[in-house]
């Protein structure tokens, strides 16, 4: 199955987005740290690149990823020209508050009174930018919630004389153009339910615990992982919680549900689920059936 979410109110995000991008000086990108890269919205990059903005790239949620892989996409990502990345929990006052200072040290030119630094937080849905944007006003002016989509127009305040800060609506892109990115989104709750379905997502979340990391299942669910397939973890889970059907079959959507929750709330363990490796290795095997038919067309 490949997954696509594109919802209608998003086309009228995006131009509004490229509007308020010609007077921001600083692009604030939130990711998720566990999917920086899957949840990497190229209609951002574009629009920034366009009117060559810099960009903080922060990856938000990083208490609950793997603290060793975080650290290999903030290297990614601070060799790019033109970013700064910091991994960070929007929900602690004490990082957010370091995030108006580093905006500052990629746009020097701005931030007095004479010329203000602007702002602008952007990203895919449900990665933070909302708690981010009540953090620093250290007031609730966005609504927060655990649905993707919850944010549908733009908001602009004055942090103070010297800087103001615009937080914008949850972006997709029309195309996910990689089945792999939609699992993780998916799985991350980037993506409305009603665009997946969650046994499938479930099990591809499993197939990369069994690969990565074992003994968080073990640790989680008790049950031995050796020999164990994706489908195996999701019976392991409805045994574990007592997920029963009428007649003594295994619920494994109520299973699923559960296992996506675990990860997504951290109760599984702090867990990332692409690594700068794993994306080359995916974009390259993605890249080789093209290279594959293009050679092909050559010898003909």
Request: charged content about 25%; overall charge positive; hydrophobic content about 40%.
């Amino acid at each position: 199955m490949s997954i696509q979410w594109f919802p209608g109110h998003m086309t009228s995000a995006r131009r509004k987005a490229a509007e308020t991008m010609e007077w921001t000086d600083v692009v604030i990108e939130v990711l998720d740290a566990r999917v920086p890269e899957a949840g990497c919205n190229p209609m951002i990059k574009e629009l920034r690149l366009h009117r060559q903005r810099p960009c903080l790239k922060i990856l938000n949620k990083a208490d609950l990823a793997d603290p060793a892989v975080t650290q290999a996409w903030l290297n990614f990502y601070n060799a790019q020209q033109g970013v700064k990345a910091v991994a960070l929990s929007c929900k602690k006052p004490g990082d957010v508050a370091k995030v108006p200072a580093l905006c500052q040290s990629i746009a020097p030119h701005r931030g007095t009174n004479l010329k203000p630094l602007r702002m602008l937080i952007m990203g895919i849905p449900n990665v933070g930018k909302s708690t981010l944007m009540n953090a620093l006003l250290k007031r609730r002016i966005a609504a927060v919630g655990d649905e993707p989509a919850v944010t549908k127009s733009q908001q602009r305040f004055e942090l103070n004389d010297r800087m103001s800060i615009t937080d914008t609506p949850g972006l997709m892109w029309p195309k996910i153009e990689h089945p792999s990115d939609g699992y993780m989104l998916a799985a991350s709750h980037a993506i409305g339910r009603n665009a997946v379905i969650d046994e499938e997502v479930a099990a591809f979340l499993a197939g990369i615990l069994l690969a990565r990391y074992p003994a968080l299942i073990k640790a989680r669910y008790g049950c031995a992982v050796e020999g164990m397939d994706a489908q195996d973890v999701i019976e392991a889970v409805a045994k574990r919680r007592g997920f029963r059907l009428k007649g003594g079959a295994p619920d494994l959507e109520k299973a699923s549900l559960a296992l996506l929750t675990d990860y997504r709330t951290g109760a599984l363990g702090r867990i990332s689920l692409e690594t700068p490796k794993t994306r080359h290795a995916m974009l390259d095997s993605a890249a080789a059936p093209d290279q594959k038919e293009q050679e092909s067309g050559e010898t003909a």
